[in-house]
């Protein structure tokens, strides 16, 4: 390996940086990350086609985020292993298999032969496309090994932040390109973005230095005394079934779970449902749907994690999840009574703000509580906790099969519920950390 790379780290015989290893981290994410919306923005149109009930809509919109999620868990341990180069590579290309898969489905059979006859090979390809969505917990576990752990909060709220604008910015595109090329281009076109952006994140992504050393041969005391010395300062611990198996024994591991399924999973849920509720609740058109879609919620999450990131720095993740999931709940309980368009609005960017700041301060606090198994625990919080994003859009199409259009606003409810239980279990979590500062520097009283 050429050790005079001009992007080593002060010099050393390290390839890469802290500033490209997030910058290429975060392009992947972005380009993987688009998936979850692969169905949303065009919704009506398979819809339409396919004859499709509330919960089968939900069932399909969520799809991508079947593999997405489940894969979250096994490729962020894996990590621990390899270094994040190859899960994600590997994740990235399932996605251009899946979205090939389905491109071949619209060249074949759109618009006059597609039925509901093609609907488990739609699911299928969906999923697959959702596989780069599982590059967040790779990605995760990557920059967590480049940069300090005081810099944890920001840095990864950058990288979340940003790579999960993909999914706002397509939500706006996408209607746009069904106008201009037609549904069978718009894919079209989408995939020639994946494999593009497959091609360059493969080209320019370096592994942490700890990886870097033990590919050359080094021991893993050698590997970890040499990534030391260039900064690195969080370590796996060498086994990734061990890393699962410490995280899923912790119990704070599963709070930040329950607290992420609310916060992040209910972010991807609402993301592929929004278009639907803005079109049939508010009567609004495919393309202002998504332009609402993504201004007042889609891409405001994303941005406000960012500023939550630096916000946990500051102040902890404990006492800003609390305040978080506190947004939450007030704005599920407006989105819930009103049937007014500027109120639901106004309700919907607090409820995308609220959950962007919690999903960050979540994160914040994973390194702190888990730091022996932060890749265990990297996929434990994103797989298991982004598996609402998949759970909750069926659930939303049962109150719509059940009340009509109305349904759209009543299904809310569920939000207001996981937004009460996240104001629970953050205090919990805020209240026992608290305690156990206060045991660890009380002084002994004198005999």
């Known amino acids: ?110 618009p006059d032969d597609l039925t509901m006859v093609h609907y488990p090979l739609v699911f299928v390809f969906g999923s697959l496309s959702g596989c780069g969505i599982a590059t967040f917990s790779v990605g995760v576990v990557d920059t967590s090994y480049w940069y300090q752990a005081n810099r944890q909060g920001t840095v990864l709220a950058l990288f979340a932040g940003l790579g999960t604008m993909s999914p706002g910015l397509f939500t706006i595109v996408s209607p746009l390109a069904l106008l201009a090329f037609g549904l069978t281009g718009t894919y079209a076109a989408w995939f020639v973005f994946l494999v593009i952006g497959t091609i360059v994140f493969v080209r320019f992504a370096v592994d ?67 278009p639907s509720y803005w079109t049939n609740l508010h009567g609004f058109d495919v393309q202002t749907a998504g332009i609402v879609t993504a201004l007042s919620f889609t891409l405001l999450s994303p941005l406000c994690r960012i500023g939550g990131g630096v916000v946990s720095d500051r102040f902890g993740g404990e006492g800003v999840t609390v305040l978080s999931f506190g947004a939450i709940t007030l704005a599920t309980l407006v989105l819930v009574v009103t049937r007014d368009l ?14 962007g700041v919690a999903s960050a301060a979540i994160y914040q606090l994973l390194p702190k509580y888990v730091p022996e198994a932060v890749g265990g625990a ?21 109150f719509v099969d059940a009340q009509g259009p109305s349904g759209y606003a009543t299904g809310f409810v569920v939000y207001l519920a996981l937004g009460l239980a996240g104001i629970v279990l953050a205090t919990t979590l805020y209240r026992t950390r608290s305690a156990t500062i206060s045991s660890s520097t009380a002084v002994p009283a004198d005999d």
Not at 233 to 255: H, I, N, Q, Y
């Open 1 to 110: 390996m050429n050790r005079k790379q001009s992007s080593s780290v002060g010099g050393s015989d390290v390839r890469g940086s802290p500033r490209r290893a997030i910058t290429v981290s975060t392009f992947g994410y972005f380009v993987g990350f688009a998936g979850l919306v692969v169905y949303s923005p065009v919704a009506t149109e398979f819809e339409d086609a396919l004859g499709l009930s509330g919960v089968l809509l939900g069932l399909l919109v969520a799809a991508p985020q079947l593999t997405g999620t489940l894969l979250r868990l096994p490729f962020g341990a894996w990590v621990e292993d390899v270094g994040a180069k190859k899960p994600f590579a590997i994740l990235l290309g399932l996605s251009v298999v899946g979205m090939g898969g389905l491109l071949g489905i619209l060249l074949t059979a759109y």
């Open 208 to 274: 942490a230095p700890y990886f870097q050393y033990r590919r050359r041969g080094f021991d893993e005391g050698q590997a970890k005394e040499r990534a030391q010395a260039v900064g690195q300062e969080l370590f796996p611990d060498g086994d990734a079934v061990a890393s699962m198996r410490t995280a899923a024994t912790t119990w704070r591991s599963w709070m930040l779970t329950a607290l992420f399924f609310a916060s992040f999973g209910g972010y991807l849920a609402l993301t592929v449902w929004y």
């Open 342 to 355: 500027s109120t639901a609005i106004a309700a919907t960017m607090l409820l995308g703000a609220g959950m």
């Open 378 to 398: 990297s996929g434990l919080v994103s797989g298991v906790g982004g598996f609402g994003g998949f759970i909750v859009p069926p659930v939303l199409g049962l």
